[in-house]
């Protein structure tokens, strides 16, 4: 879906740089998520927010942060970027209300050499 | 915590032939359960979806099957076509997030 929208697309970066990738979405939903895709462990769970004032750790968060900047903004940090990082993230938004489905951005390829 | 085993991991298959993709869960409170199809370089789309008090949901060649007893579900495309190849996920809704499987890649020779 265009409505959810990834920057940068793709990075390149040294260890030990700081990195934030952006998430911006104008489907008006509640929910934020940010994953991790490598290949054959399909897609991990960083960090996910309810709402603003709602941040809550996934099953891999360590060496990551976030912050919502607003219900339609939710950003991922690499404080100091390690070569173990390097992966495919995507964002994903969903309704609050029950069990909706969750709607990827295009994702970011990031290189940590 | 939630823990999603999909299997299997690759699936080879004919053109015209159908294909299922088998997953499992383990937390009883798990009540979505989504599917996602996944194209080279692409995003995850979601491609068809259950909830935990319906048994079966079709969609023209796809259909989803969930046992709660078991705690399992499935994923069946009949008919498939080349475009069908791609990597598949399953998930599993429950506490406020997903849980995803390690994912299937489906390849249709024509």
């Known amino acids: 879906d265009a409505d959810v929208t990834q920057t940068p697309r793709n990075r390149i970066t040294k260890t030990g740089k700081r990195i934030m990738l952006e998430c911006s979405q104008t489907?008006?939903?509640?929910?934020m998520y940010w994953y991790r895709q490598d290949p054959g462990l399909g897609l991990r769970l960083i960090y996910y927010?309810?709402?603003?004032?709602?941040?809550n750790k996934g099953e891999i968060s360590d060496g990551y942060s976030v912050s919502r900047q607003a219900q339609a903004k939710f950003s991922l940090s690499l404080e100091s970027a390690i070569p173990n990082q390097t992966a495919l993230y995507f964002c994903?938004?969903?309704?609050?209300?029950?069990?909706?489905?969750?709607?990827f951005g295009d994702g970011t390829r990031l290189s940590i050499l | 915590g939630e823990n999603v085993e999909q299997h299997p991991s690759t699936l080879s298959v004919q053109e015209g032939d159908s294909a299922v993709i088998k997953c499992t869960y383990s937390?009883?409170?798990?009540?979505?359960f989504p599917w996602y199809k996944q194209e080279l370089g692409k995003r995850p789309q979601l491609i068809i979806d259950?909830?935990?008090?319906?048994g079966e949901k079709k969609d023209q060649r796809i259909a989803v099957t969930l046992n709660k007893t078991a705690k399992h579900f499935s994923l069946h495309i009949t008919e498939t076509q080349p475009e069908d190849s791609a990597v598949y996920f399953c998930?599993?809704?429950?506490?406020?997030?997903?849980?995803f499987g390690q994912g299937t890649i489906l390849t249709v020779h024509p």
């Open positions: 994903a938004t969903s309704d609050g209300t029950y069990s909706q489905p969750q709607h």
């Open positions: 489907k008006g939903h509640d929910r």
């Open positions: 927010s309810f709402d603003v004032k709602d941040i």
């Open positions: 937390d009883s409170a798990s009540n979505y």
């Open positions: 259950i909830r935990s008090n319906v």
């Open positions: 998930a599993a809704h429950g506490r406020g997030k997903l849980t």
